[in-house]
């Protein structure tokens, strides 16, 4: 035992000395009293001077040193620490107490050392000094008896805490200047200190301006250095929070938490971390595994209030789970998701699990508000979004299934929160939770939060629910959501989506399904039987719900929103998909028209779906016909890169898969998709032809059709698909490089010898003919023999007669064009003879009508027709004649009518007995004639005018349309005084002639045939009113991506007109003085209140499609030839001059004749979506605002000197005259004079009296406004379908836990005032008052019984800016927000609700100038 203690004794001795030595280099016994009294009284937060003499000896020591130091501290503290307190050693304080060693002179000389590296320019010596030396404190300071010893300063603390950040360069290489040295140069020279009498921790502006510019460049070797060292001081303080207990010191402990939280992006981590306590600080490996174990340890209750720690741990986590940096800013910046911020964000995510795990129920809540915090402070940008739904999701797998309902319910009321970013951010929680396993609601204890756990709540309530959102954004985001359900595992989640689709839909109860999953492993569903079939009835309201639902599905795909419109497509595609809507063309036929939207990226995104719906339905002939009827026409689309897309389509679906055809192999699907999409072609999707060989055209420019390909499409020619062979050939046949004609022969002469006359027949004739130039005579007279003999027989259908005349001629065509001619004429002549007598058989005989064939009669009429365009030498006056009888028939009376044309010859014509069919071939037959002989068009002209006036047969005036605009191309003069004849027919009483007149002149003004003329352009505009919905949307097709794209200034050119043209006005000297036929005014009419809304409408659409320049002008036009021509009295003011002036009134008081730049808005939903699209828009946002000042000073001069006289005159002479305009005029003032509100007295400074009326009825307005904002901030309703607020926090199964108000709390809406909040105590219901809102309205909501104590309103929510003032309270089953006094009650949560409600806008005590002038006359 005494050598036991002799040694001891040693080695006591020895760590002695070992001590002693260490302690030289900071020259404590030379250190002046009075400095370190200075230091002291400075609160360790000035730098004081010292003698140059003991300052240039404490600069000298080196890293050495001080670890040699710490090495004996570490040494002396394991030792106490293990020691006990009988074993007689002493401790280090004794020691250092025995050696002279003042503790406040060691902390004087640390401080040094800790405020000396801190400064910006500080060279790594002094960084990594200030490091050990803040290292070497904390050491100090967790050894036992360092409080009595009093080692410990708060201040000295905080700020060896904060060395951690300052001592390593934040913004290392951002900035360098040329001319600065190296700190491993600049080491080897003695920094002269600054004489200054204190050294300022916290520089001026301009001298950390300074500081920045010169900034030094640090090597590698300088940075390790450093983090050697900053390892050493976390290590220094984990030790310390092992054994030093901050319970008493919140303000270390807040500190602590703030380091820790900003070192967790200090250096990327490879290996997965792991959180199990206990462990050994020297075997953590990186600094942010320090950090995260550093976090751990503050949650221990030996730093406090484990409540208090969670909330400032999750509060410091959230801003890393969002990917911000919140710093010492108010508002938290984004950082750029790079893969080191992503793995430092889902480290975060598994600790603040991990910590769920250990601590439960205590750390529940605080999960509840990080969750809460999360959604809240969610921004719009989509890839944020998407990792903060993710981290919702990840977060919410460790609650029960109580909390987790609870935050469900949370967030079904955020998803109607009035911020656009809440709503969309709460849609993508909703999909990241339906990815997880789903719930079982039996095991929720509280009934009213059970509703809350089935994916059918999330779908229907959470997603669906969205439809009526005021957002585009949202709106097409929930139904892309929509669709992406049906593509989810859970066979819950597509019941959910039929049963919004579907009137009847057929469960599948899975008795004891059972869910396994986790973060780590996908979803696995273990399904055990029996099944258990449940049949919902079919009930009214099913139906009628599912039948808005899809019809409302339908409008968002004719949508104004193109994200809308984009997003519908998804959704309609994936119910198409999955059978939950039917394959039905009124369905698809949706997505064949949205691939000719307007939008190119709805067009991309239709073809698209189409694609996707036809590789999952192949074999669907409705879908294979959708997908011809979107993709074929895109070929010809304007938008190079939707062609491209189309073409792509088609040569993947058909090209590609035409592969060499054997009888004995059976066709693989891809290759009966093929075939089955060309049999269509050749049969129901026949229109498609021009737009297929348009595709073929462009491939046959990149040599797409190879000899193989040829010979592999020959091989099906004979198949029973042979058709589609035919059609691809007679494509290709032109392009191709060598064909075999010998093939193509013998399938000719087979099918002359069958007599089989199919729908091959036309394509094999097409093939013939573009191959004619490569055959020999013989073959050629064969052909044209076979070809003759059946045209000879009229047997086959008008296409085929086309065709195969159409052949002959390719086969008589030489260089001779003599030659050609005689062919044609000898060849066609034989034709339109044996025509003409089978006409002169009919009509010169008077039985013959009665026995007529139809059928027969058409094809000798359609044969004489296309005959006779190749051989005009050869039709004689008789065959006119006849085909002039087969129209109409001679009579001597002319028939009662008021008026006729002065075209119309005096012979008038009625209608024979021939049936309707057959004379309107004649008419088309007639036309071909007219074609080429231009005396016929001379003649007939006023007849086919006369016929569109007076005739009643649809068909002949359909026709008499066609043929007038087909001659208008050839003889453009001549029919030119024909167009009002033929734009009459716009308001036809059949929908389908004008539609069928709305092309025919769109294409002529569109290759500019026709001009706007006359009454053309106000015809045109009637169509927009068109009480067919359908011809109404194909005008405003035609005319805005069609005419318009030709005068981009004929809106605003004809706009005036309009107001007198559709008013019937005549009254004005210049405008509405083109000749009409008073049958064509009175059609053309929209004269009458019954027609204002027409009118309203088509002056809407006008202004909406107007540039800013446009509104400008045509608002001083609108001055100056109509308000100063009343003001003049050069227009009547009678009855319908008031018409007149006061639609004029109602037109500028529009909010489409605002310019655009001033209407636009500077906030709200408009720069939401523009932060939500790209970058882009918002500047153009920015820049609008921009605009906005000098435009509002242009349109205030103009208003002032063009405008302003005139309505005081028209003023003055409408009280003169008594006139019922005078209250539009003051209407138009009223809306007029709201973006001058104070300049009314400046702007009418001529008319004093008319100052006041606008002053009075802007503020009776404003009155009006202030009330309706009150009445809508009062009317509050909660969710007649939820559950109460009240009624979920007394039966929820989580009990509120009482703690003091915390600045990391629920979310909550904002205080009226301190004043009336202290006060406030109140159990009011607040009751819904005022107009319904309509369910797509976002509702308000408050929770009931609102109380808070005295200190509660200055401690605000974090997430809560001042300014925030929404109606809404996120309730999760607790809050943040208690009474002081109401420990007993626990079921007492109240939240704020003021009973004084605040004070309305100041009332004016205004009367009208007219009222007070009658009161004092009598």
């Given at each position: 035992?005494?050598?036991?203690?002799?040694?001891?004794?040693?080695?006591?001795?020895?760590?002695?000395?070992?001590?002693?030595?260490?302690?030289?280099?900071?020259?404590?016994?030379?250190?002046?009293?009075?400095?370190?009294?200075?230091?002291?009284?400075?609160?360790?937060?000035?730098?004081?001077?010292?003698?140059?003499?003991?300052?240039?000896?404490?600069v000298?020591?080196?890293?050495?040193?001080?670890?040699?130091?710490?090495?004996?501290?570490?040494?002396?503290?394991?030792?106490?620490?293990?020691?006990?307190?009988?074993?007689?050693?002493?401790?280090?304080?004794?020691?250092?107490?025995?050696?002279?060693?003042?503790?406040?002179?060691?902390?004087?000389?640390?401080?040094?050392?800790?405020?000396?590296?801190?400064?910006?320019?500080?060279?790594?010596?002094?960084?990594?000094?200030?490091?050990?030396?803040?290292?070497?404190?904390?050491?100090?300071?967790?050894?036992?008896?360092?409080?009595?010893?009093?080692?410990?300063?708060?201040?000295?603390?905080?700020?060896?805490?904060?060395t951690?950040?300052?001592?390593?360069?934040?913004?290392?290489?951002?900035?360098?200047?040329?001319?600065?040295?190296?700190?491993?140069?600049?080491?080897?020279?003695?920094?002269?200190?600054?004489?200054?009498?204190?050294?300022?921790?916290?520089?001026?502006?301009?001298?950390?301006?300074?500081?920045?510019?010169?900034?030094?460049?640090?090597?590698?070797?300088?940075?390790?250095?450093?983090?050697?060292?900053?390892?050493?001081?976390?290590?220094?303080l984990?030790?310390?929070?092992?054994?030093?207990?901050?319970?008493?010191?919140?303000?270390?402990?807040?500190?602590?938490?703030?380091?820790?939280?900003?070192?967790?992006?200090?250096?990327?981590?490879?290996?997965?971390?792991?959180?199990?306590?206990?462990?050994?600080?020297?075997?953590?490996?990186?600094?942010?595994?320090?950090?995260f174990?550093?976090?751990?340890?503050?949650?221990?209750?030996?730093?406090?209030?484990?409540?208090?720690?969670?909330?400032?741990?999750?509060?410091?986590?959230?801003?890393?789970?969002?990917?911000?940096?919140?710093?010492?800013?108010?508002?938290?910046?984004?950082?750029?998701?790079?893969?080191?911020?992503?793995?430092?964000?889902?480290?975060?995510?598994?600790?603040?699990?991990?910590?769920?795990?250990?601590?439960?129920?205590?750390?529940?809540?605080?999960?509840?508000?990080?969750?809460?915090?999360?959604?809240?402070?969610?921004?719009?940008?989509?890839?944020f979004?998407?990792?903060?739904?993710?981290?919702?999701?990840?977060?919410?797998?460790?609650?029960?299934?109580?909390?987790?309902?609870?935050?469900i319910?949370?967030?079904?009321?955020?998803?109607?929160?009035?911020?656009?970013a809440?709503?969309?951010?709460?849609v993508?929680?909703?999909?990241?939770?339906?990815?997880?396993?789903?719930?079982?609601?039996?095991?929720?204890?509280?009934?009213?939060?059970?509703?809350?756990?089935?994916?059918?709540?999330?779908?229907?309530?959470?997603?669906?629910a969205?439809?009526?959102?005021?957002?585009?954004?949202?709106?097409?985001?929930?139904?892309?959501?929509?669709?992406?359900?049906?593509?989810?595992?859970s066979?819950?989640?597509?019941?959910?989506?039929?049963?919004?689709?579907?009137?009847?839909?057929?469960?599948?109860?899975?008795?004891?399904?059972?869910?396994?999953?986790?973060?780590?492993?996908?979803?696995?569903?273990?399904?055990?039987?029996?099944f258990?079939?449940?049949?919902?009835?079919?009930?009214?309201?099913?139906?009628?719900?599912?039948?808005e639902?899809?019809?409302?599905?339908?409008?968002?795909?004719?949508?104004?929103?193109?994200?809308?419109?984009?997003?519908?497509?998804?959704?309609?595609?994936?119910?198409?998909?999955?059978?939950?809507?039917?394959?039905?063309?009124?369905?698809?036929?949706?997505?064949?028209?949205?691939?000719?939207?307007?939008?190119?990226s709805?067009?991309?995104?239709?073809?698209?779906?189409?694609?996707?719906?036809?590789?999952?339905?192949?074999?669907?002939?409705?879908?294979?016909?959708?997908?011809l009827?979107?993709?074929?026409?895109?070929v010809?689309?304007?938008?190079?890169?939707?062609?491209?897309?189309?073409l792509?389509?088609?040569?993947?679906?058909?090209?590609?898969?035409?592969?060499?055809?054997?009888a004995?192999?059976?066709?693989?699907s891809?290759?009966?998709?093929?075939?089955?999409?060309?049999?269509?072609?050749?049969?129901?999707?026949?229109?498609?032809?021009?737009?297929?060989?348009?595709?073929?055209?462009?491939?046959?420019?990149?040599?797409?059709?190879?000899?193989?390909?040829?010979?592999?499409?020959?091989?099906?020619?004979?198949?029973?698909?042979?058709?589609g062979?035919?059609?691809?050939?007679?494509?290709?046949?032109?392009?191709?490089?060598?064909?075999?004609?010998?093939?193509?022969?013998?399938?000719?002469?087979?099918?002359?010898?069958?007599?089989?006359?199919?729908?091959?027949?036309?394509?094999?004739?097409?093939?013939?003919?573009?191959?004619?130039?490569?055959?020999?005579?013989?073959a050629?007279?064969?052909?044209?023999?076979?070809?003759?003999?059946?045209?000879?027989?009229?047997t086959?259908?008008?296409?085929?007669?086309?065709?195969a005349?159409e052949?002959?001629?390719?086969?008589?065509s030489?260089?001779?064009?003599k030659?050609?001619?005689a062919?044609?004429?000898?060849?066609?002549?034989?034709?339109?003879?044996?025509?003409?007598?089978?006409l002169?058989?009919?009509?010169?005989?008077?039985?013959?009508?009665?026995?007529?064939?139809?059928?027969?009669?058409?094809?000798?009429?359609?044969?004489?027709?296309?005959?006779?365009?190749?051989?005009?030498?050869?039709?004689?006056?008789?065959?006119?004649?006849?085909?002039?009888?087969?129209?109409?028939?001679?009579?001597?009376?002319?028939?009662?009518?008021d008026?006729?044309?002065?075209?119309?010859?005096?012979?008038?014509f009625?209608?024979?007995?021939?049936?309707?069919?057959?004379r309107?071939?004649?008419?088309?037959?007639?036309?071909?004639?007219?074609?080429?002989?231009?005396?016929?068009?001379?003649?007939?002209?006023?007849?086919?005018?006369?016929?569109?006036?007076?005739?009643?047969?649809?068909?002949?005036?359909?026709?008499?349309?066609?043929?007038?605009?087909?001659?208008c191309?050839?003889?453009?003069?001549k029919?030119?005084?024909?167009?009002?004849?033929?734009?009459?027919?716009?308001?036809?009483?059949?929908?389908?002639?004008?539609?069928?007149?709305?092309?025919?002149?769109?294409?002529?003004?569109?290759?500019?045939?026709?001009?706007?003329?006359g009454?053309?352009?106000?015809?045109?505009?009637?169509?927009?009113?068109?009480?067919?919905?359908?011809?109404?949307?194909?005008?405003?097709?035609?005319?805005l991506?069609?005419?318009?794209?030709?005068n981009?200034?004929?809106?605003?050119?004809?706009?005036i007109?309009?107001?007198?043209?559709?008013?019937?006005y005549?009254?004005?000297?210049?405008?509405?003085?083109?000749?009409?036929?008073?049958?064509?005014?009175?059609?053309?009419?929209?004269?009458?209140?019954?027609?204002?809304?027409?009118?309203?409408?088509?002056?809407r659409?006008?202004?909406?499609?107007?540039?800013?320049?446009?509104?400008?002008?045509?608002t001083?036009?609108i001055?100056?030839?109509?308000l100063?021509?009343?003001?003049?009295?050069?227009?009547?003011?009678?009855?319908?001059?008031?018409?007149?002036?006061?639609?004029?009134?109602?037109?500028?008081?529009?909010k489409?004749?605002?310019?655009?730049?001033?209407s636009?808005?500077?906030?709200?939903?408009?720069?939401?979506e523009?932060?939500?699209?790209?970058?882009?828009?918002m500047?153009?946002?920015?820049?609008?605002?921009?605009?906005?000042?000098?435009?509002?000073?242009?349109?205030?001069?103009?208003?002032?000197?063009?405008?302003?006289?005139?309505?005081?005159?028209l003023?003055?002479?409408?009280?003169?005259?008594?006139?019922?305009?005078?209250?539009?005029?003051?209407?138009?003032?009223?809306?007029?004079?709201?973006?001058?509100?104070n300049?009314?007295?400046?702007?009418f400074?001529?008319?004093?009296?008319?100052?006041?009326?606008?002053?009075?009825?802007?503020?009776?307005?404003?009155?009006?406004?202030?009330?309706?904002?009150?009445?809508?901030?009062?009317?509050?309703?909660?969710?007649?379908?939820?559950?109460?607020?009240?009624?979920?926090?007394?039966?929820?199964?989580?009990?509120?836990?009482?703690?003091?108000?915390?600045?990391?709390?629920?979310?909550?809406?904002?205080?009226?005032?301190p004043?009336n909040?202290?006060?406030?105590?109140?159990?009011?219901?607040?009751?819904?008052?005022?107009?319904c809102?309509?369910e797509?309205?976002?509702?308000?909501?408050?929770?009931?019984?609102?109380?808070?104590?005295?200190?509660?309103?200055?401690?605000?929510?974090?997430?809560?800016?001042?300014?925030?003032?929404?109606?809404?309270?996120?309730?999760?089953?607790?809050?943040?927000?208690?009474?002081?006094?109401?420990?007993?009650?626990e079921?007492?949560?109240l939240?704020?609700?003021?009973?004084?409600t605040?004070p309305?806008?100041?009332?004016?005590?205004?009367?009208?100038?007219?009222?007070?002038?009658?009161?004092?006359?009598?």
């Amino acid at each position: 035992m005494c050598e036991t203690s002799i040694s001891g004794g040693f080695i006591r001795s020895q760590n002695k000395m070992e001590l002693t030595s260490a302690l030289q280099f900071l020259k404590l016994n030379e250190i002046p009293q009075a400095w370190v009294n200075a230091v002291w009284d400075a609160e360790f937060t000035e730098m004081k001077l010292m003698e140059d003499n003991i300052e240039e000896g404490l600069v000298a020591c080196g890293d050495q040193a001080f670890r040699s130091l710490y090495t004996c501290l570490m040494a002396y503290a394991s030792q106490q620490q293990t020691s006990s307190r009988d074993d007689g050693s002493l401790s280090i304080w004794t020691e250092l107490s025995e050696n002279g060693v003042s503790m406040k002179s060691l902390m004087a000389v640390l401080s040094f050392f800790v405020l000396r590296g801190k400064n910006k320019s500080a060279t790594v010596r002094q960084r990594v000094g200030c490091l050990h030396a803040a290292s070497l404190y904390l050491l100090l300071l967790g050894i036992p008896g360092s409080i009595s010893n009093q080692v410990f300063h708060e201040i000295l603390l905080d700020t060896c805490l904060n060395t951690s950040s300052q001592c390593w360069p934040q913004d290392y290489g951002k900035k360098r200047k040329k001319d600065t040295l190296k700190c491993s140069q600049a080491e080897g020279k003695r920094s002269k200190p600054q004489r200054k009498e204190t050294l300022e921790l916290h520089m001026d502006v301009d001298e950390e301006e300074e500081e920045e510019e010169e900034e030094l460049h640090f090597s590698c070797q300088d940075l390790s250095k450093i983090r050697e060292a900053l390892v050493l001081l976390l290590q220094s303080l984990l030790r310390l929070l092992q054994t030093f207990a901050l319970k008493d010191k919140p303000q270390s402990s807040s500190s602590c938490t703030q380091i820790f939280s900003k070192l967790l992006y200090f250096e990327p981590v490879i290996s997965e971390l792991s959180f199990d306590a206990g462990k050994d600080v020297t075997k953590l490996q990186s600094i942010p595994e320090m950090a995260f174990y550093g976090l751990q340890l503050l949650c221990t209750p030996k730093h406090g209030d484990q409540r208090e720690s969670l909330r400032k741990v999750f509060h410091q986590l959230l801003y890393v789970i969002l990917m911000m940096n919140k710093g010492d800013r108010r508002t938290p910046t984004l950082l750029v998701p790079s893969q080191a911020i992503l793995t430092t964000r889902n480290q975060a995510i598994r600790f603040v699990c991990h910590i769920v795990e250990e601590l439960k129920d205590l750390a529940l809540p605080f999960v509840q508000i990080l969750l809460q915090h999360i959604c809240y402070q969610m921004v719009e940008k989509s890839e944020f979004r998407s990792h903060g739904a993710q981290a919702v999701g990840m977060l919410t797998s460790p609650l029960s299934n109580a909390d987790y309902a609870c935050f469900i319910k949370w967030l079904y009321k955020f998803s109607r929160h009035s911020k656009m970013a809440s709503r969309l951010f709460s849609v993508d929680v909703g999909m990241v939770l339906l990815g997880q396993p789903e719930r079982d609601n039996e095991d929720c204890i509280d009934p009213e939060l059970a509703c809350y756990l089935p994916h059918k709540f999330l779908i229907q309530s959470l997603l669906f629910a969205r439809r009526y959102d005021q957002s585009p954004t949202v709106q097409g985001h929930a139904l892309t959501c929509l669709a992406q359900c049906l593509e989810l595992p859970s066979l819950n989640a597509t019941r959910a989506v039929q049963s919004l689709f579907c009137a009847t839909v057929t469960q599948s109860v899975l008795e004891g399904e059972t869910t396994v999953g986790s973060l780590q492993q996908p979803q696995s569903t273990y399904r055990s039987l029996p099944f258990r079939t449940v049949e919902i009835s079919n009930s009214d309201t099913m139906v009628c719900d599912a039948k808005e639902n899809l019809s409302l599905l339908l409008r968002r795909v004719q949508n104004s929103k193109t994200n809308v419109r984009k997003s519908a497509l998804q959704a309609l595609v994936g119910l198409l998909k999955h059978d939950v809507i039917p394959l039905s063309w009124e369905n698809l036929s949706v997505l064949s028209e949205r691939c000719r939207d307007p939008a190119v990226s709805v067009k991309k995104k239709a073809l698209l779906c189409v694609g996707e719906l036809l590789n999952a339905k192949p074999d669907c002939s409705t879908v294979q016909k959708a997908w011809l009827e979107g993709v074929v026409a895109a070929v010809v689309d304007p938008e190079s890169s939707v062609q491209e897309k189309a073409l792509e389509a088609l040569d993947q679906v058909l090209l590609s898969q035409i592969k060499v055809y054997s009888a004995s192999r059976h066709l693989d699907s891809s290759q009966r998709l093929t075939w089955n999409l060309l049999n269509l072609l050749c049969d129901e999707c026949q229109n498609l032809s021009q737009y297929f060989s348009r595709a073929f055209s462009i491939w046959s420019k990149q040599n797409k059709f190879t000899t193989t390909f040829i010979t592999n499409l020959i091989s099906h020619t004979e198949a029973d698909h042979g058709a589609g062979a035919w059609l691809l050939l007679s494509k290709v046949v032109a392009a191709s490089p060598k064909i075999p004609y010998g093939v193509i022969l013998d399938a000719w002469d087979s099918m002359v010898s069958s007599k089989d006359v199919s729908a091959r027949t036309c394509h094999i004739l097409c093939v013939i003919g573009e191959i004619s130039a490569h055959l020999n005579e013989d073959a050629k007279e064969r052909i044209v023999d076979d070809l003759m003999s059946w045209l000879k027989t009229f047997t086959m259908s008008p296409e085929v007669i086309s065709a195969a005349i159409e052949t002959l001629h390719q086969l008589g065509s030489s260089e001779d064009v003599k030659q050609t001619q005689a062919f044609l004429d000898h060849r066609c002549g034989e034709l339109v003879s044996l025509c003409e007598v089978y006409l002169a058989s009919i009509i010169l005989n008077e039985s013959g009508a009665q026995n007529i064939n139809e059928e027969l009669m058409v094809r000798y009429l359609h044969t004489l027709g296309v005959a006779s365009l190749n051989c005009p030498a050869r039709v004689s006056k008789r065959v006119v004649l006849l085909v002039e009888s087969v129209v109409t028939t001679h009579s001597d009376k002319l028939p009662d009518l008021d008026e006729l044309p002065n075209s119309v010859p005096l012979s008038q014509f009625k209608a024979n007995s021939l049936p309707t069919r057959v004379r309107a071939h004649g008419v088309i037959t007639l036309g071909k004639l007219c074609l080429q002989h231009e005396d016929l068009v001379q003649k007939y002209l006023p007849v086919w005018a006369r016929e569109l006036e007076v005739g009643t047969e649809v068909a002949l005036r359909n026709n008499v349309v066609v043929i007038m605009c087909d001659l208008c191309v050839r003889y453009t003069n001549k029919v030119d005084h024909y167009i009002p004849n033929i734009s009459a027919c716009l308001r036809d009483n059949d929908p389908i002639i004008r539609e069928q007149t709305l092309i025919m002149l769109t294409n002529l003004l569109q290759e500019q045939f026709v001009k706007w003329k006359g009454s053309l352009f106000f015809r045109f505009m009637v169509m927009l009113v068109d009480p067919v919905p359908a011809n109404a949307s194909l005008c405003e097709y035609c005319l805005l991506h069609i005419l318009l794209k030709k005068n981009t200034e004929m809106f605003s050119q004809h706009f005036i007109e309009c107001i007198f043209h559709f008013n019937s006005y005549s009254g004005h000297t210049s405008y509405n003085k083109f000749p009409q036929t008073k049958s064509d005014k009175v059609r053309f009419s929209l004269k009458g209140p019954q027609h204002r809304e027409k009118r309203f409408r088509i002056y809407r659409f006008l202004l909406e499609h107007f540039t800013d320049a446009q509104r400008f002008n045509i608002t001083n036009k609108i001055n100056q030839n109509v308000l100063a021509l009343f003001a003049d009295e050069e227009l009547r003011l009678d009855a319908e001059g008031a018409d007149i002036l006061s639609e004029t009134f109602n037109i500028l008081t529009l909010k489409e004749m605002k310019l655009q730049v001033m209407s636009a808005p500077h906030g709200g939903v408009a720069v939401e979506e523009a932060e939500e699209e790209n970058a882009a828009a918002m500047a153009k946002v920015v820049i609008q605002a921009a605009q906005n000042k000098v435009v509002s000073q242009v349109r205030k001069k103009a208003f002032i000197e063009n405008t302003v006289p005139l309505i005081i005159s028209l003023k003055h002479l409408l009280e003169r005259q008594r006139s019922s305009v005078l209250k539009d005029l003051m209407v138009y003032l009223q809306v007029t004079m709201q973006d001058y509100r104070n300049e009314v007295k400046e702007f009418f400074a001529g008319d004093e009296q008319l100052a006041a009326e606008v002053e009075f009825a802007l503020k009776e307005a404003e009155k009006q406004r202030e009330m309706e904002k009150q009445m809508d901030n009062c009317s509050l309703m909660e969710d007649p379908q939820m559950p109460t607020a009240q009624a979920s926090l007394r039966n929820s199964p989580i009990k509120p836990r009482l703690f003091l108000p915390l600045n990391f709390a629920t979310p909550q809406p904002s205080r009226p005032s301190p004043v009336n909040a202290r006060l406030t105590l109140t159990e009011k219901h607040v009751h819904f008052r005022g107009r319904c809102r309509p369910e797509e309205d976002l509702e308000s909501m408050v929770l009931e019984k609102t109380l808070m104590h005295a200190g509660a309103a200055k401690n605000r929510a974090i997430s809560t800016p001042r300014d925030f003032g929404i109606n809404v309270t996120f309730e999760g089953g607790f809050s943040a927000i208690y009474s002081e006094t109401s420990h007993d009650e626990e079921n007492g949560v109240l939240h704020v609700q003021s009973e004084q409600t605040s004070p309305g806008p100041r009332q004016w005590n205004v009367q009208s100038p007219l009222r007070q002038k009658k009161k004092a006359i009598s």
